[in-house]
């Protein structure tokens, strides 16, 4: 039983890596001008999203 425990741990841990993953890759490929946009016109996700995006090391 402890090694079944021990590999659900580890696919639920691997799961939660390609969340993180995808997330990551999807800020970053966002358009910066579409962004700038939307921010522009007073969209709050997207001033919090420039933010992110202009400082990357906050977000890795």
């Known amino acids: 039983m402890d090694i079944f ?3 659900l741990l580890q696919f ?3 799961a ?4 993180f993953a995808c997330a990551e ?3 970053l490929s966002i ?3 579409k962004t ?4 522009a016109k007073g969209d709050r996700r997207a001033v919090r999203l420039a ?3 202009n400082q990357p090391a906050r977000f890795l």
Request: net charge positive; aromatic share 0%; hydrophobic share 70%.
């Open 5 to 7: 425990l021990s590999l």
């Open 12 to 14: 639920i841990l691997i």
């Open 16 to 19: 939660l890596n390609a969340v």
């Open 25 to 27: 890759i999807a800020v």
């Open 31 to 33: 358009n910066d001008a």
């Open 36 to 39: 700038a946009q939307l921010a």
């Open 51 to 53: 933010r992110l995006k």
